[in-house]
């Protein structure tokens, strides 16, 4: 009795510490599996006429606050390290 109490001990340690690993591992496989699908269904698209893009402003898009703002603290963070 007391070895199968220690062997279910050491499983289900086993399974604590792989655990968080095997999650991440199966999330990861979704998401190749997602862009993959993503990629064949964007090669089998058709090519708009004219073969030019449109865009959908004629203005210049100038980067937000926030967006500026996390630029410059990571170019701190390299700068400092």
């Given at each position: 009795?007391?070895?199968?109490?220690?062997?279910?001990?050491v499983?289900?340690?086993?399974?604590?510490?792989?655990?968080?690993?095997?999650?991440?591992?199966?999330?990861?496989?979704?998401?190749?599996?997602?862009?993959?699908?993503?990629?064949?269904?964007?090669?089998?698209?058709?090519?708009?006429?004219?073969?030019?893009t449109q865009?959908?402003?004629?203005?210049?898009?100038?980067?937000?606050?926030?967006?500026?703002?996390?630029?410059?603290?990571?170019?701190?963070?390299?700068?400092?390290?």
């Open positions: 009795m007391n070895a199968l109490s220690e062997y279910l001990t499983l289900a340690l086993a399974l604590l510490l792989a655990g968080p690993a095997l999650v991440g591992l199966l999330h990861e496989r979704r998401i190749d599996r997602q862009l993959t699908a993503a990629r064949a269904g964007q090669a089998a698209r058709p090519v708009p006429s004219g073969g030019r865009k959908s402003s004629s203005r210049s898009t100038v980067p937000s606050t926030a967006t500026w703002y996390a630029e410059g603290r990571r170019s701190k963070k390299l700068v400092s390290s």
